[in-house]
């Protein structure tokens, strides 16, 4: 069985800090992807980043960078200097890859962050 | 024009009507998804599909049925809606022809907004 745990509800931040929203996750499957989307207060899901399981290298884009570390099942995802546009639902997601089945897409519940001027 | 589409955006229906929503995609994938979500509950699958005659129950699926009218076209049927269907529906696709990490991305409409009352 797969799980994904996002165990912030809701991170508040001023604007110009930084934020972390952690996620830990749990499968069996040797290969598996792991994705962040963001959801703004419009609803839509926006994909922000995918990682495959035999990929620890941690990225940076932008004002975003993501920290993976399979020794502790964690897929971290932090906003530097963060600006109001940034309030957002942020979910972690985890595709395991099983040898003889579909392997489903499962979300964490989702960290809300809000970011004030 | 979005890639994949959602009919209507908002419904507030009451209890006990039948409702449609419909999800159509131009990206020319062949698998669709259906997701609820609920606050604090991340999305969950309700139904998928891998082409036009291969139709699955995803985790959530009482309570609802599903059509692949085509291979662009996936809507999802409530028989007979109750107030706990209140979420916000998502339609997906991916691409199982596409080669290695890419297959795995699942693309999202706009969502659905869907009350019963």
């Known amino acids: 069985a797969q799980k994904v745990t996002q165990a912030q509800t809701e991170i508040s931040v001023v604007e110009k800090e930084d934020v972390t929203l952690d996620c830990v996750y749990e499968t069996r499957d040797t290969t598996y992807y792991l994705f962040w989307y963001k959801q703004p207060p419009s609803g839509e899901l926006v994909f922000l980043i995918r990682?495959?399981?035999?990929?620890?290298q941690n990225e940076i884009s932008g004002r975003y960078s993501w920290n993976f570390q399979k020794s502790t099942s964690s897929f971290n995802f932090t906003i530097t200097a963060s600006q109001v546009v940034d309030s957002a639902v942020y979910f972690c997601a985890l595709r395991g890859v099983p040898r003889d089945s579909w392997g489903k897409l499962q979300f964490g519940a989702g960290t809300q962050v809000v970011v004030t001027p | 024009d979005a890639d994949v589409t959602q009919t209507p955006r908002n419904r507030i229906t009451k209890t006990g009507k039948r409702i449609m929503l419909e999800c159509s995609q131009t990206k020319g994938h062949d698998r669709m998804y259906w997701y609820r979500q609920d606050p604090g509950l991340g999305l969950r699958l309700i139904y998928y599909?891998?082409?036009?005659?291969?139709?699955n129950k995803g985790e959530i699926s009482d309570g609802y049925s599903v059509s692949r009218q085509a291979q662009a076209k996936f809507s999802l049927s409530l028989e007979s809606a109750i107030p706990n269907q209140t979420a916000l529906y998502f339609c997906?696709?991916?691409?199982?022809?596409?080669?290695?990490?890419?297959?795995?991305?699942?693309?999202f409409g706009p969502g659905t907004r869907l009350t019963v009352t």
């Open positions: 599909s891998f082409d036009v005659k291969d139709i």
């Open positions: 990682r495959n399981s035999f990929d620890e």
């Open positions: 997906a696709t991916s691409d199982s022809r596409l080669a290695g990490t890419y297959s795995y991305e699942q693309y």
